[in-house]
Nanobody, 118 residues
Framework: QVQFVESGGGLVQPGGSLRLSCAAS????????MGWYRQAPGKERELVAA???????NYAASVKGRFTISRDSARNTVYLDMNNLKPEDTAVYYC????????????WGQGTQVTVSS
């Protein structure tokens, strides 16, 4: 079992940037894929970015070109750099393993709130 603690969210104006961090309670080297998810009010949780241990990156179409996922396995931490934020990016952001259906994932953290508003 692994625990994730997300941080770095906040209130930002449209066009602004944020860096989210996800600290894992143990080594994430054994977890092949890691991902950032988000859930907006009234919507289902969705995967927005994923990274494999080998460095392959995948992004949802809605964030491609604006978000960058990275991992520091030595620090058991995954990051999400978000640029040119839009109001529709407003959501609670979570990290977890990636590759399996979202409904099968456990060990969710508390998430970090990102609000994009002027």
């Amino acid at each position: 079992q692994v625990q994730f603690v997300e941080s770095g969210g906040g209130l930002v104006q449209p066009g602004g940037s944020l860096r989210l961090s996800c600290a894992a309670s143990r080594s994430i080297l054994s977890i092949y894929n890691m991902g950032w998810y988000r859930q907006a009010p009234g919507k289902e949780r969705e995967l927005v970015a994923a990274t494999t241990r080998g460095g392959i990156l995948n992004y949802a179409a809605s964030v491609k070109g604006r978000f960058t996922i990275s991992r520091d396995s030595a620090r058991n931490t995954v990051y999400l750099d978000m640029n040119n934020l839009k109001p529709e990016d407003t959501a609670v952001y979570y990290c977890n393993s990636a590759g399996a259906p979202i409904t099968t994932l456990r060990d969710w953290g508390q998430g970090t709130q990102v609000t994009v508003s002027s």
